[in-house]
């Protein structure tokens, strides 16, 4: 995978960021990965491979925040890399650089939580004010000894195209080993061991889209929001190496895959690829 320089700058300076708050300030986590997703089989004009390096930062706001009302911002930053098959479209190097604001309210045997994300979806090479948007989500959480109810609502580009969509379900608490989130839009069982070591299951969407300058894509002459998206299956696993330190991992398999392309100044205008089915591989810390 070759990053351009300014992406590598901006991803290099982000994670000793990351590393040098962190270190300072008990109150705050980091996560960086890596993902890989390539096709499961040789279909020529419908594969795309697409490369994930990620790094994200999150510190309790000292100051306002409680026992009862905490809040948190952050950093975001995400390039990708999508290789196609096809000659018509060159490769795309993408970035997402985001600046998120978090909070959590307890009120008696409730939960209110909301995230703001404001930030840039756009060309690694190529960041404007057009490229700007925001993304967020709210939940109201009733909580009930081992199990919590969940009701809300999100705002992104979880399923691709950026719209909104429900929250709701239910986290169960099963045992001291055993959690399973049954929440749209994902289902999730992890099993905790003695050691510490957490293996999961998880299916939920795998949606992302950008905006791509006019001209630079198919001879376009107008801006274009390009969008890929599925359905993401995988086992993981996770383990706590050091006190503040945890490793984790994940293999599974993309399908419904679709690569959209949208025009900016009109959504309704469109184009729509079916793609192939990937395998996808995610190795990453979290500190």
């Not at 510190?59 to 018509?88: M, R």
């Not at 756009?122 to 109201?140: C, K, L």
């Not at 080993?177 to 749209?184: G, H, I, P």
């Amino acid at each position: 995978m070759q990053l351009s320089k300014m992406v590598a700058f901006m991803l290099v300076k982000s994670l000793l960021f990351v590393v040098s708050v962190f270190s300072a300030n008990a109150f705050s986590a980091a996560d960086i990965s890596y993902t890989h997703a390539a096709p499961l089989s040789d279909d020529p004009g419908n594969e795309i491979t697409q490369e994930d390096v990620s790094a994200n930062y999150t510190q309790a706001i000292p100051g306002i925040s409680s026992k009862t009302n905490i809040y948190s911002a952050g950093v975001s930053v995400k390039y990708t890399h999508l290789d196609f098959d096809e000659p018509q479209l060159s490769s795309l190097e993408l970035l997402k650089l985001e600046a998120p604001l978090q909070g959590t309210h307890i009120l008696n045997k409730k939960m209110v939580t909301w995230t703001l994300s404001p930030g840039i979806h756009g060309q690694a090479n190529h960041i404007d004010e057009s490229d700007f948007r925001i993304q967020g989500q709210t939940s109201v959480i009733f909580l009930r000894e081992n199990l919590k109810w969940i009701l809300g609502v999100g705002f992104g580009d979880t399923f691709g195209e950026v719209k909104a969509f429900p929250v709701l379900g239910a986290i169960w608490q099963i045992n001291e080993n055993s959690v399973l989130t049954l929440m749209f839009p994902q289902v999730k069982y992890e099993y905790t061991t003695e050691s510490k070591t957490t293996y999961s299951f998880k299916i939920e969407p795998s949606g992302s889209q950008w905006q791509w300058q006019k001209g630079q894509i198919l001879n376009s002459t107008v801006d274009l929001d390009v969008t890929v998206s599925g359905i993401k299956s995988t086992v993981g696993v996770s383990r706590k190496v050091k006190e503040k330190l945890i490793v984790y991992s994940e293999a599974g398999v993309i399908a419904n895959r679709k690569f959209e392309i949208f025009r900016h100044d009109n959504p309704s205008i469109s184009g729509e690829q079916e793609l192939e089915n990937t395998w996808v591989a995610q190795l990453g810390l979290k500190f």
